[in-house]
């Protein structure tokens, strides 16, 4: 038992890949990805559609276990854990938490949704979920907007409110690190630009890595930068660089808008 518990305790805020293969049947999406994510800093993947970037960002919480056909190679280690070794994938999932394009709010009060998460986990004292649903809401900006719509359907919020519920319900069992796939690209900008803002303040604290296809949000919140095309991890680095001066010509076309 003593064990299993030390298992739970090694999960880190970094992710480190080794020789990444990913296949839906026949179709190789992902071809021998390497990458060193940091902890505790932004880390953004862009590329045009269909480069395998949302495919993988869903490999480091084991997403694409439920689709059929998949079959993935390669090391995929966060912390110390290597991810598909035998692990719980709940507890993996309870660390590696998920936001997705789409904001998808339960059909249940703004309370039960951020609730729901530590529920699951055994926590059950009103007391203690009070706190909980109050500290995740405020982390995720929303706390004085919604303090007095708790009891209120969260099907009722804004797009807008909605996608930050989404992220305070992810933050509610305190993940060590944050997917984002798209989490912006069906929301308005200054909804945009509340979501930025949040990235920026959880990255104090929280592991995050966005998927996006709006090069100018890269910009704008991530530390480090990862351009994939057509499944190969082509160039990653600082931002500023990958940007500025990137290494690889394929990059300096899509940034520059001649293709994507």
Same mark, same amino acid.
């Given at each position: 038992?003593?064990?299993?518990?030390?298992?739970?305790?090694?999960?880190?805020?970094?992710?480190?890949?080794?020789?990444?293969?990913?296949?839906?049947?026949?179709?190789?999406?992902?071809?021998?990805?390497?990458?060193?994510?940091?902890?505790?800093?932004?880390?953004?993947?862009?590329?045009?559609?269909?480069?395998?970037?949302?495919?993988? =960002? #869903?490999?480091?919480?084991?997403?694409?276990? &439920?689709? $059929?056909?998949?079959?993935?190679?390669?090391?995929? *280690?966060? %912390?110390?854990?290597?991810?598909?070794?035998?692990?719980?994938?709940?507890?993996?999932?309870?660390?590696?938490?998920?936001?997705?394009?789409?904001?998808?709010?339960?059909?249940?009060?703004?309370?039960?949704?951020?609730?729901?998460?530590?529920?699951?986990?055994?926590?059950?004292?009103?007391?203690?979920?009070?706190?909980?649903?109050?500290?995740? =809401? #405020?982390?995720?900006?929303?706390?004085?907007? &919604?303090? $007095?719509?708790?009891?209120?359907?969260?099907?009722? *919020?804004? %797009?807008?409110?909605?996608?930050?519920?989404?992220?305070?319900?992810?933050?509610?069992?305190?993940?060590?690190?944050?997917?984002?796939?798209?989490?912006?690209?069906?929301?308005?900008?200054?909804?945009?630009?509340?979501?930025?803002?949040?990235?920026?303040?959880?990255?104090?604290?929280?592991?995050?890595?966005?998927?996006?296809?709006?090069?100018?949000?890269?910009?704008?919140?991530?530390?480090?930068?990862?351009?994939?095309?057509?499944?190969?991890?082509?160039?990653?680095?600082?931002?500023?660089?990958?940007?500025?001066?990137?290494?690889?010509?394929?990059?300096?076309?899509?940034?520059?808008?001649?293709?994507?």
């Amino acid at each position: 038992m003593a064990k299993k518990q030390q298992k739970t305790l090694e999960f880190g805020q970094n992710i480190s890949v080794e020789n990444a293969n990913l296949w839906y049947g026949d179709f190789q999406a992902l071809k021998n990805v390497n990458i060193e994510i940091p902890e505790r800093q932004v880390t953004a993947f862009i590329g045009p559609s269909g480069c395998g970037k949302s495919t993988f =960002l #869903k490999c480091f919480n084991r997403m694409n276990d &439920l689709v $059929d056909g998949c079959k993935i190679e390669g090391k995929f *280690l966060v %912390g110390d854990v290597d991810i598909y070794g035998k692990i719980d994938v709940n507890e993996l999932r309870r660390n590696v938490g998920m936001v997705f394009q789409k904001p998808n709010p339960f059909p249940m009060s703004v309370y039960d949704n951020v609730a729901y998460g530590p529920r699951t986990i055994g926590i059950h004292k009103k007391a203690q979920l009070d706190e909980i649903v109050e500290q995740s =809401l #405020k982390d995720a900006s929303m706390w004085d907007e &919604l303090k $007095d719509r708790l009891d209120k359907s969260a099907l009722g *919020l804004s %797009g807008g409110q909605q996608q930050r519920l989404c992220i305070a319900r992810a933050l509610a069992v305190k993940p060590k690190i944050l997917l984002m796939d798209e989490p912006t690209s069906a929301l308005d900008p200054i909804s945009t630009g509340k979501i930025e803002e949040l990235c920026d303040e959880l990255a104090k604290s929280t592991t995050i890595v966005i998927v996006t296809h709006n090069m100018q949000q890269a910009t704008r919140i991530a530390d480090k930068t990862a351009f994939f095309l057509l499944g190969e991890l082509v160039e990653y680095g600082d931002t500023e660089q990958i940007f500025s001066s990137p290494c690889d010509k394929r990059t300096e076309n899509y940034i520059t808008g001649r293709f994507g």
